[in-house]
């Protein structure tokens, strides 16, 4: 169990039943044209529920109109979801439209479809927290706490200019502009190598 302010986290993956609370805070937080389907959100955790990582809240956030922000809870001794990074693998170097649409087993690139904390939660350091908590989780499955037949090798996302420092923060570095276009703003690339040491 970590600590960010006034709250106990937990890391664990996502159960499949609490996919649909997660897709709640993915509605509620990313702009309609960005925010992925409960349908993408089903497949990507039944095709690698390793890369789906919960970020569980054991402590209410503070007295005062939180209840109607609040996400849904679990259960009270398991905690409340309140943020997620989900991924799926693929063959390729770089993020694509192509890239994302499947998981590949095969692949060594994870690809970052969402990193994303509920509103009520945000701007307490829970992202850069769950960032390097993940970047750990697959450290770990790199050193064999998994049935993954080869090692994944890095870590690729696409960011909007004004979020590039939370994951340079986190150890990712800059590829430069993306050739993905999704949306009138500019994306970015990033990726995190994961043949260096964890810096967690
Ligand atoms: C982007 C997102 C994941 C950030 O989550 P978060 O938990 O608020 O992130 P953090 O608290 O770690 O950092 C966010 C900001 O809060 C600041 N912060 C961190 N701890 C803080 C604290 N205790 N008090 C005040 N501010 C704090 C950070 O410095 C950072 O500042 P910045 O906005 O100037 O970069 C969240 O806003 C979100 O889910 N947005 C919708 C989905 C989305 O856009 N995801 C990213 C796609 S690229």
């Known amino acids: ?114 990193v994303c904390v509920a509103g009520a939660y945000q701007r307490r350091g829970i992202a850069s927290e769950m960032l390097k908590e993940y970047l750990k989780h697959l450290h770990s499955i790199n050193e064999g706490e998994s049935t993954l037949p080869h090692r994944l090798e890095r870590v690729l996302l696409i960011t909007h200019k004004e979020r590039i420092g939370l994951y340079s923060g986190a150890g990712f570095e800059l590829v430069g502009p993306s050739e993905v276009e999704h949306g009138p703003e500019l994306w970015y690339e990033m990726v995190y190598n994961l043949a260096q040491p964890n810096q967690a």
């Open 1 to 114: 169990m970590s600590r960010t302010k006034e709250l106990e986290l937990q890391y664990r993956v996502l159960p499949q039943a609490d996919v649909s609370k997660a897709h709640i805070i993915e509605a509620a937080e990313y702009p309609e044209s960005e925010a992925g389907s409960l349908g993408n959100f089903i497949s990507r955790q039944a095709a690698a529920p390793h890369l789906f990582l919960g970020c569980y809240a054991h402590a209410p956030i503070g007295a005062g109109g939180q209840e109607q922000d609040a996400p849904a809870r679990t259960s009270d001794d398991e905690g409340v979801l309140v943020g997620y990074i989900v991924s799926t693998q693929s063959s390729d170097d770089h993020l694509t439209h192509e890239s994302m649409s499947f998981h590949d087993p095969k692949g060594r690139s994870v690809c970052i479809h969402s």
